[in-house]
């Protein structure tokens, strides 16, 4: 198996974070390559649709609202990979009440790729993710 993480400290509350990213249908709200999310079994699987028109079918599998994470896995996607679990976590930054770390965690097995390139194709994915979360978060503060 192979895994990846991205993180990202911003300075908004962990809470505010959380508020905007927690639901398991909001990538839209902060995701702008995702442009379209329908859940669908109570809420437990969601439809991703990408600005190119492709469909990424995913499976909560973990939610804890306290915790402020939760946890997928991938049903269906045009990714080289099987196995695939991924885990958005908000936390506070230590000695900083005011700031949040958001952590974007993966793991899988790579099909017909090499490890270094799924792992450069999640770690990208997580990272763009995040860059947009900051875009997003930054905008809402203006």
């Known amino acids: 198996m192979a895994s ?4 990202l ?3 908004v509350p962990p809470d505010r974070v959380w ?7 909001a990538l839209p709200d902060w995701l702008p390559y995702i442009s379209e999310s329908v859940a669908a079994e109570g809420g437990r699987v969601r439809r991703l649709r990408n600005e190119e028109g492709g469909v990424i079918v995913e499976r909560l ?3 804890d609202d306290a915790a402020r994470s939760y ?3 991938i049903l269906e996607a045009p990714f080289p990979v099987t196995d695939y679990l991924s885990t958005l ?3 506070e930054v230590p000695d900083r009440l005011d700031s949040s770390r958001v952590e974007w965690s993966g793991t899988f097995t790579p099909t017909g790729v090499t490890d270094e390139e799924a792992v450069a194709l999640f770690h990208g994915i997580y990272t763009d ?5 900051h875009d997003t978060l930054s ?4």
Do not use: K, P
Request: hydrophobic residues 55%; proline residues 0%; glycine residues 12%.
């Open 4 to 7: 990846t993480t991205a993180t």
């Open 9 to 11: 400290d911003v300075a």
């Open 19 to 25: 508020q905007l990213i927690g639901g398991f249908d």
């Open 61 to 63: 599998v973990a939610f």
């Open 71 to 73: 946890s997928y896995a």
């Open 89 to 91: 976590r908000v936390r």
């Open 129 to 133: 993710g995040l860059a947009a979360l």
């Open 139 to 142: 905008g809402s503060l203006a």
